[in-house]
């Protein structure tokens, strides 16, 4: 069974730079996995912010980045504001029709 | 502007069926797949199935291939979910979302979400 993996939890201060990472359980990530990430606060639905690894919505706000990162998909938030804590989610494509979510993590913003 | 409506939700007893729909608006709808993603209470996200612009291709989770089937109507802008059998791990936020290229730029992920329609499979 797949299993990509994300740190369940980060805490950033207000200004501050945080990256959440998206680990494969078959390997590293590569550019082939097209990466997303996705926000999600409490009660809403998910929005997506980042696909095919780096590539903004137009709604992204430009503080936010997506790259890969010692074999994992990243996501770089910076200049942190309090309204970026949420949890944020990664999929990973495997190929073979074969979507997997990441976990998620919380972010919380201090 | 994008805009995607999930409707058919409820409460349904376990081996029963369910048919959620999902109207969009907004864009050219028959270029692009549609993808269905869940989120039981609590917990993260899953992808459950995709069918591509022209219906052509459709693939399912593991989880409920064999008792799920999603179709869509493209003279009427909607994707529908035939879920069968429900069982009480179904339970859960069901959402769909337009993939983020058009025809089989689907693959590449998921652009705008819908707000989602509850399932919940109890006796």
């Known amino acids: 069974q797949t299993v990509v993996t994300q740190e369940p939890s980060l805490t950033v201060s207000p200004g501050g730079t945080v990256t959440l990472t998206c680990a494969s359980s078959?390997?590293?990530?590569?550019?082939?996995?097209?990466p997303n990430w996705f926000q999600q606060k409490p009660g809403q639905a998910p929005k997506a912010l980042i696909f095919?690894?780096?590539n903004k919505h137009s709604w992204t706000p430009a503080r936010f980045s997506g790259s890969l990162l010692g074999g994992k998909a990243a996501l770089t938030l910076s200049d942190v504001q309090p309204d970026d804590g949420a949890e944020y989610y990664c999929?990973?494509?495997?190929?073979?029709?074969?979507?997997?979510f990441g976990g998620g993590t919380k972010v919380t913003v201090l | 502007q994008v805009q995607l409506v999930e409707s058919g939700g409820g409460v349904v007893q376990p081996g029963k069926s369910l048919r959620l729909s999902c109207a969009a608006s907004?864009?050219?709808?028959?270029?692009?797949?549609i993808y269905w993603v869940r989120q039981a209470p609590g917990k993260g996200l899953e992808w459950v199935a995709v069918i591509s612009h022209d219906g052509s291709e459709k693939y399912y989770a593991d989880s409920v291939r064999g008792r799920f089937t999603v179709s869509r109507d493209n003279s009427r802008d909607t994707v529908s979910l035939q879920m069968n059998s429900l069982r009480t791990e179904d339970t859960a936020v069901y959402y769909c979302a337009n993939g983020v290229g058009n025809f089989q730029g689907y693959k590449y992920g998921m652009d705008v979400w819908g707000q989602g329609t509850t399932v919940i499979v109890s006796s």
């Open positions: 095919s690894t780096s």
């Open positions: 999929l990973l494509y495997y190929g073979a029709s074969r979507w997997v």
């Open positions: 907004g864009f050219t709808f028959i270029n692009y797949g």
């Open positions: 078959t390997g590293a990530v590569t550019s082939d996995y097209y």
